[in-house]
């Protein structure tokens, strides 16, 4: 049994001292140093430049980027380029395909409907002149599509408004869209201009038994 005399009182503390000034207990390790002023104003520094690096960032991702060929650059794919100058439909469904907004049977039959069919028969009912006329009907069609590319991949308004290039040209505008789908399609898939091609089904092979 302990004797009374191993009870030790505990330190006295002055009136005008707080708890936390008061030395740590003895056994519990050496106290941490505070922090240095040079160490405080580096961490400062540190977290100002991430704050900056982070707004250019945004800065630069906010701003909308270039197209990745010119409007008049259709030698650049001649594929592309005499699908979309003898077959603008088929070409302008694909656009619409690979951008979900349309299917491909879709999209090509109403391109066809306000381009060809119409600007024929403008063509025939006023002996010519009001050729120009149904290019308003396929512009308003098509800058909605234009559109939807440009919000898409953050991408100028160039090289005038969506309407506008359209109206003035747009069998460029569509060859210009189907090259900057294939260059900044990434993991997805381009769309392929080559028609799909339809194979019979293999005959039906009988077996027949032969008599006994």
Known sequence: MKSRNAYVPPPYIPLGQSDQELPPPAGDGPASPPQSQSQSQSQSQSQSQSQSQSQSQSQSQSQPRQWSSGICACCDDMQSCC???FFPCFLFGKNAQFMGSGTLVGSCLTHFILWAFANTF????????FLGLPGCFVSCYACGYRR????????????????????????????QEYREIRERAGDCEPPDLKLG?????????????SAV
Do not use: K, W
């Not at 403008?122 to 002149?129: D, E, I, P, R």
């Not at 991408?155 to 109206?167: I, K, M, R, V, Y």
């Not at 293999?202 to 027949?208: F, L, N």
């Open 83 to 85: 699908i979309g100058l």
């Open 122 to 129: 403008c063509c025939m009912l006023t002996q010519g002149l």
């Open 148 to 175: 939807a590319l440009r919000a898409r991949y953050n991408l100028q308004e160039a090289p005038c408004g969506d309407l506008a290039t359209h109206f003035f040209c747009h069998l460029c505008a569509i060859c």
């Open 197 to 209: 091609v339809v194979t019979a089904a293999p005959a039906v092979q009988t077996m027949e038994s």
